[in-house]
């Protein structure tokens, strides 16, 4: 497995605490870049601009990366564009949402 894949893997262990889905299945995660020096940058948003749980969850997201033996400096970079939406959810996603 691949440190993107690793990193992936992590991030299914970080819930939003309103919703209890983790941030991958719910679509707030749009990139993750790894530097040929295992940097590792991802770039995610939240449901709402005003998410009263901003912190905790890029915090989670940055912490369980972090984790990751491989990886040598990680970065969350937080965005408002594109908007998030629940198209951008998984499969998995909308099934725990009872879609």
Request: hydrophobic share 40%; aromatic share 6%.
């Amino acid at each position: 497995m691949n440190l993107k894949e690793k990193v992936l893997k992590a991030l299914h262990s970080v819930y939003d605490p309103e919703l209890n889905i983790n941030v991958v299945d719910l679509g707030l995660i749009y990139n993750v870049e790894i530097t040929d020096e295992a940097d590792v940058f991802i770039t995610m948003t939240l449901t709402t601009p005003g998410c009263p749980l901003h912190d905790s969850i890029t915090s989670g997201v940055r912490y369980c990366v972090e984790g990751i033996e491989e990886a040598r400096k990680v970065e969350v970079n937080l965005v408002w564009t594109p908007a998030w939406s629940p198209e951008k959810m998984t499969p998995e996603g909308l099934r725990l949402l009872g879609r």
